[in-house]
């Protein structure tokens, strides 16, 4: 195994630069997690403690339960009906899984300063992400909701990969109620606002819209992370008109598009779901950052592909060639920081209403400012064919946790930049 695709870095380590904490050493490491090498810098969000008999013990800061039951399997949640029942699960799986739940600062100092007999004042209001698995650290997530001024909680629900068949997974409100219960120790209340999915996701977020698994009825907006397809687990658009028949009109859903294989698309790589139920998205809730129809691509692979080398340099996984040293310097003199780049202004305008804050910057109007140095850089993408291409560093030695092929990070590094924009609740 190489550094990154370890269980303990998935769970403890930094995959972006910001999150950076201690570097690991043999003294810092808890037995039951033991990391490759080179040795990675933890994540910020990541403490270590020491134990009496010697050695340490490592804790990521977000809650994990495991073992949840999947309640959009008809062997747990015997009360589901209708024809999208899932019947693909197969019998001898136990379907139960690990969620993770991250909790806002904001949060916490709430929980510190009410006394045990004053009832939960400010609803928490929780951002659910249906994904793959180990999203919350290794797309670093914490670090977008961590600081927001309201109590707030990020969920993240996995899915199934092959070579098992793709079925959705899904929590319930006493799921979610039994989460937040545990992570700051007495009785709250909650609004569920943001639900999302990423990938694999799209099957747990249809199956929790279409049997109501969730109470959405506050919830603001419906995010789909280049995966909407027209069926995965039952109907996308049936789907969202349920929610929005609970939610009301003013649902907000977007969808960002950035791959071939990760949405259903026409013949002109149109999103198949907005083009055949006319007034369910909005034309201004469609984010195009795919190479086959947005003309910001080079500066979209450009961002996405420059972290994730920036990280690796700096845990010393990989090195540069001197051309690509060279354009990666130039990059560095001119990327805002993570979370910073606005995808598209109608998208923001649509959402909050507006322009994006002073503090952010365009993706068009950065590409536009510094179109020399991005397209300097994104000329060295090239494969994974290609010894000390972009693309081959990325992927031949696991950055993002795992091997993927030429075009994937165009999917698969989505969440770190562009999460921030409309998944904080």
Not at 158 to 184: H, Y
Not at 262 to 276: A, E, H, I, T
Not at 364 to 384: A, C, P
Request: with cysteine; hydrophobic share 35%; proline share 6%.
């Amino acid at each position: 195994m190489t550094s990154r695709n370890t269980p303990g870095s998935l769970i403890l380590d930094a995959f972006y630069v910001d999150e950076f904490g201690v570097q690991n050493a043999s003294h810092n490491i808890d037995s039951r997690m033991p990391r490759g090498t080179p040795l990675l810098h933890k994540n910020k969000f990541t403490s270590v403690h020491p134990l009496r008999g010697g050695g340490v013990i490592e804790f990521a800061e977000s809650v994990r339960m495991p073992d949840v039951t999947n309640k959009a399997n008809p062997r747990h949640n015997p009360s589901l009906t209708g024809q999208w029942v899932q019947t693909n699960i197969p019998s001898g799986h136990r379907d139960t899984h690990p969620v993770w739940l991250f909790l806002s600062a904001s949060t916490l100092i709430r929980a510190r300063e009410l006394r045990s007999d004053q009832p939960w004042d400010t609803p928490i209001r929780v951002s659910i992400l249906y994904a793959v698995g180990f999203e919350m650290n290794r797309h670093g997530l914490r670090s977008a909701i961590a600081t927001h001024p309201e109590p707030s909680a990020l969920v993240v629900v996995p899915g199934i990969e092959p070579p098992l068949p793709r079925w959705g997974v899904g929590i319930n409100d006493s799921d979610l109620m039994n989460l937040l219960k545990s992570a700051v120790s007495r009785p709250v209340t909650y609004n569920t606002k943001v639900m999302a999915a990423y990938s694999t996701g799209a099957n747990g977020l249809n199956q929790t819209l279409l049997h109501n698994l969730i109470d959405v009825s506050q919830v603001e907006r419906i995010i789909f992370y280049d995966c909407l397809y027209e069926k995965v687990s039952g109907n996308t658009a049936e789907a969202l008109n349920a929610a929005r028949r609970r939610a009301g009109p003013s649902l907000k859903i977007i969808a960002y598009k950035c791959t071939k294989n990760g949405n259903s698309l026409d013949s002109s790589f149109n999103l198949s779901v907005v083009r055949k139920n006319p007034g369910l998205i909005r034309s201004d809730g469609v984010v195009d950052l795919s190479y086959m129809t947005a003309s910001v691509f080079p500066a979209y692979s450009a961002l996405i592909t420059f972290r994730a080398l920036e990280s690796g340099i700096a845990d010393g996984l990989i090195t540069l060639t001197s051309s690509l040293h060279t354009a990666f310097d130039e990059m560095k003199r001119i990327v805002p920081a993570r979370g910073k780049v606005v995808s598209q202004s109608n998208t923001w305008s649509y959402v909050f209403g507006g322009s994006p804050p002073s503090d952010k910057v365009l993706l068009s109007s950065w590409y536009k400012d510094n179109e020399r140095v991005i397209k300097q850089f994104y000329s060295h993408l090239g494969s994974i064919t290609k010894s000390g291409s972009i693309r081959e560093l990325i992927w031949g030695n696991q950055l993002p946790g795992w091997s993927g092929g030429d075009g994937e990070e165009n999917h698969d590094l989505l969440l770190p930049d562009f999460a921030w924009e409309y998944l904080t609740p």
